[in-house]
């Protein structure tokens, strides 16, 4: 019997056991993948003893991801860049590594939402709404998949400097109050800040300057349908939702501790909107 894991603090919220339980079933797997709630002084102890309690891997959330990467024993290049460890397996000589797949699991999302051609049909150019883990994340996706310029505009703007120094010649920090300006030479705009999260503020942003073939992605899944998706779609703009990111995020980290590459079906889809928004409003979600 396989045993994986989420950990966080709080995890009772996380939605990754509806995903990795549905993939168990879907493959017949006789493994389990446990949410598991501990505390940051008690973190380090965990991660140092999966072995003895009889983990292949799991996924780490908020607020563990930065000290999984200070903890494991070898870390991916992407991981290390990031700065921060979502996934956790062992290799064949039992070292501990740590992966980070929001970025993949970003890009897989928007290659199939918007197709293989979209980094060119945007004209290259991204902006990015926010500074923090999530965003880091997804500027080195967005610098893998080879956007050629990518903006962050930040409310505090040093953590958007911070991440210009991911690559220089391609990411620049934005002022807030120079959005405005910024958005006619956008092709992809990116939510990556909690604006917009149920319990959260609006993010208040008039989307009219951008251009007619741009498309707005939000990460925030809950709800759904974002305040921003729905003034993107008003405007007859592509418009990409977080789910997918949190589905193809997932995907790695199953594959290494189930040995199956699992796929990110339209009922998994389905179950994870119907519990999200419930099961009558689930088929008007979107993509
Ligand atoms: P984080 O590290 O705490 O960063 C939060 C970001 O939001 C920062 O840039 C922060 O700006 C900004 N922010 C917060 N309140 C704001 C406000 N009132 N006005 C302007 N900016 C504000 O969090 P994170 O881990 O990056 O996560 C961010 C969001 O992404 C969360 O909603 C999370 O649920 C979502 N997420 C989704 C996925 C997915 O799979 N879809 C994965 C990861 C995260 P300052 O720097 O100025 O504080």
Not at 172 to 194: F, M, R
Request: aromatic fraction near 6%; hydrophobic fraction near 50%.
């Amino acid at each position: 019997m396989t045993k994986a894991f989420v950990v966080g603090h709080p995890i009772a919220h996380s939605r990754s056991p509806l995903i990795h339980g549905h993939w168990l079933a879907e493959h017949g797997i006789a493994g389990t993948y446990a949410r598991v709630d501990v505390a940051p002084d008690a973190f380090p102890d965990f991660l140092l003893t999966l072995r003895e309690h009889g983990f292949a891997g799991g996924n780490v959330t908020i607020p563990h991801k930065e000290a999984a990467s200070r903890l494991v024993d070898e870390l991916t290049p992407r991981a290390e860049k990031i700065g921060a460890v979502n996934t956790v397996f062992f290799d064949t000589h039992g070292r501990l590594w740590g992966d980070n797949t929001d970025a993949p699991g970003f890009i897989a999302h928007l290659d199939r939402s918007l197709g293989a051609d979209w980094v060119e049909r945007m004209g290259g150019a991204a902006l990015v709404l926010g500074a923090g883990g999530a965003a880091r994340a997804i500027v080195v996706g967005l610098l893998e998949r080879g956007l050629s310029r990518i903006r962050v505009a930040n409310r505090t703007r040093a953590r958007a400097e911070a991440l210009v120094a991911l690559d220089p010649e391609r990411v620049a920090a934005c002022d807030w109050a120079d959005l405005p300006a910024a958005l006619p030479g956008t092709g992809l705009l990116v939510n990556t800040t909690s604006l917009g999260m149920a319990g959260h503020g609006a993010l208040d942003l008039d989307l009219t300057p951008l251009p007619a073939t741009a498309c707005v992605a939000d990460i925030v899944y809950v709800p759904l349908e974002t305040p921003l998706l729905a003034a993107a779609r008003a405007r007859g703009l592509a418009a990409v939702d977080g789910l997918g990111m949190l589905l193809h995020q997932a995907v790695p980290g199953f594959a290494r501790w189930f040995g199956v590459h699992p796929a990110v079906t339209a009922a998994l889809r389905e179950r994870l909107v119907a519990d999200i928004v419930g099961p009558k409003a689930g088929s008007k979600a979107g993509s």
